[in-house]
């Protein structure tokens, strides 16, 4: 069964500290996504990554970073984590196949943060 | 830029009821790509349906089912004879040609009362 795992169900951390959110998947994806989901806003992506070591900013990258060192994982990391970034934090990967136009996604089930 | 939007913020039903939640979407590209998701209790959302802009063709699945109009830019589902099971978010997105990125709406809580 394939499938994207994110390491924790929930988290709670203090202000200041600094934490990563990890995520891995064994579908052998080229693209991988950060999402942040809060209530009233959807999904909003902050980082994704279309290859090892290539990252591209999202719509709401600020006061995130992101390290893809292999293919398989794709980490999420708040550098000094702020009240404001308590939200649940959702990852992605997807194949592309430009010729054929098949896009898939697979989404983990989330980690839900919170920031004290 | 691309924009999904899903107006309804919540819909509640009774069971066996049909209910239909709305998507309305913005791109100036021609080609591109639908989706709806579905994100139980749990949290991973569930893939639903993807659609392309080329292909106009409405879709039925078992008790879903899925308008697609570009004349007026929607993609609505239906559920007819809803069940409790239905509970859930659902959301609407799109993607376009070329780009690896989901620009989502901002999701419709749809809530099945026994």
């Known amino acids: 069964d394939v499938k994207v795992t994110q390491s924790s169900r929930y988290l709670v951390k203090r202000t200041g500290e600094k934490v990563f959110l990890e995520c891995v998947q064994d579908?052998?994806?080229?693209?991988m996504f950060w999402y942040r989901q809060d209530p009233g806003l959807g999904l909003r992506l902050i980082y994704f990554s279309y290859d090892v070591k290539m990252k591209e900013k999202g719509d709401i990258p600020e006061g995130y970073s992101v390290s893809r060192e292999k293919k398989e994982r794709f980490s999420l990391i708040l550098e000094s984590a702020s009240t404001n970034q308590t939200s649940m934090y959702l990852c992605?990967?997807?194949?592309?196949?430009?010729?054929?136009?098949?896009?898939?996604?697979?989404f983990g089930s989330g980690t839900r943060l919170t920031v004290v | 830029a691309q924009k999904v939007t899903q107006a309804q913020t919540e819909i509640s039903v009774v069971e066996k009821e049909d209910v239909t939640l709305d998507c309305v979407y913005e791109?100036?590209?021609?080609?591109?790509?639908l989706f709806w998701y579905k994100q139980p209790p749990s949290g991973e959302l569930v893939f639903l349906i993807r659609?392309?802009?080329?292909?106009?063709q409405n879709e039925i699945s078992g008790r879903y089912s899925w308008n697609f109009q570009k004349s007026t830019s929607s993609f609505n589902f239906t559920i007819t004879a809803s069940q409790v099971v239905d509970s859930a978010v659902y959301f609407c997105a799109l993607r376009t040609f070329g780009n690896e990125k989901l620009t989502f709406g901002t999701g419709t809580r749809l809530t099945i009362i026994p």
């Open positions: 992605a990967s997807s194949f592309s196949r430009v010729r054929t136009g098949i896009y898939g996604y697979t």
């Open positions: 579908m052998d994806h080229e693209n």
């Open positions: 659609r392309n802009s080329f292909d106009e």
């Open positions: 791109t100036r590209d021609t080609t591109y790509y």
